[in-house]
C-alpha cells in the first residue's frame, strides 16, 4: 500500500500570530518545502459527524487576496461535492454564489485602486 504524507510547519511571532507557514506533500510536484500565505484544511470527524477546521494565514497575506482565496476554495468544493455526489444542483448553486463574489471582488479592487 502506498503511503502519502502532507507537512505544515508555521512560525509563530510573539504574539502566536503566524509568520510563515510552510508546506510540504509527499506527491507535491514542486520539490522542497514551500511557503504560503494561507492554509485552510477541513477534515470530517466521523464519530461527532462534524467538520474540523484549521485556518491560518500570515500577516503579509492581503485582504483582497484572502477574500478570492476563499472564493476559489468555495469553488472547488462545488467541483468536489459534484464529483462526490453527482448533485448538480447543489454545485451548481455554489458556483453562483462563488461567481457573484467575485464580481463583487473585482468591483471592490476597482474601487479601491
Known sequence: MKKSEINFSIELDNQNVPDKIFWNATDNPNEGINDTRAIAVAVWDHYHRG???IDLWTKDMEV???KR???EIMSGI???LLTATNDKKM?????GLCQQLSKALEEEIKSAQ
Open 51 to 53: 467538520t474540523l477546521k
Open 64 to 66: 483582497f487576496d484572502m
Open 69 to 71: 482565496f476563499y472564493i
Open 78 to 80: 462545488a467541483d468536489t
Open 91 to 95: 454545485a451548481d448553486s455554489i458556483e
